[in-house]
């Protein structure tokens, strides 16, 4: 007769993740899973729930605050585990960096007054739209700009997860805006 092997008993791990005066929910902190290679992050009001298997380690981790890891119990009673997580700031002193690429503040200066640099001019040409637009994309994107996409781009992952995505023909108040632009002639073919 051939021994059946058990399947694992998965039990759902749910909880609220607080700051470490529990004053705060902390949104976006990982929770994974690393032998499995899945995880979840919590909300925007710091709950979570990630199905585990007994035995497991679940890693909580956030920029700026300690991760801390709990292993599921091998006899859980029930089929769920809720718990409330305080995390701690994880304060790390660097030492000051000072990025400069002159050795001396008189080379730098140096530098800067032996650059040609043409002076353009400002007339209607060359800040026509065309050319400014060709100058727009050419230009690489700034720190700032990377950064906003990136957090667009996470925030739209976010409300995708957990609410529709709004649909402006549903939406009143663009119908409206829409209807006054054809009244007072904002979409005319006069141009």
Request: no cysteine.
């Amino acid at each position: 007769m051939a021994q059946e092997t058990q399947e694992p008993k998965v039990v759902q791990l749910s909880g609220i993740i607080l700051n470490a005066d529990s004053t705060n929910a902390i949104s976006g902190v990982n929770v994974y899973v690393p032998k499995k290679r899945r995880g979840t992050s919590s909300n925007q009001f710091g709950y979570f729930s990630l199905p585990v298997v007994p035995g497991d380690s679940v890693v909580f981790s956030f920029v700026g605050l300690k991760k801390q890891s709990l292993i599921v119990p091998d006899d859980p009673k029930g089929d769920k585990i809720s718990l409330i997580l305080t995390m701690v700031e994880d304060e790390i002193a660097l030492s000051e960096v000072e990025v400069m690429p002159y050795p001396t503040e008189e080379e730098f200066k140096r530098a800067v007054l032996a650059m040609n640099v043409e002076e353009m001019p400002l007339d209607k040409e060359s800040l026509s739209p065309t050319l400014l637009l060709k100058w727009a994309e050419e230009m690489p994107a700034s720190s700032y700009e990377n950064f906003r996409s990136f957090q667009s781009g996470q925030m739209q992952q976010i409300q995708d997860r957990y609410g529709p995505r709004s649909f402006p023909l549903l939406n009143p108040f663009a119908w409206a805006k829409f209807i006054k632009s054809i009244k007072g002639g904002d979409l005319s073919n006069d141009d």
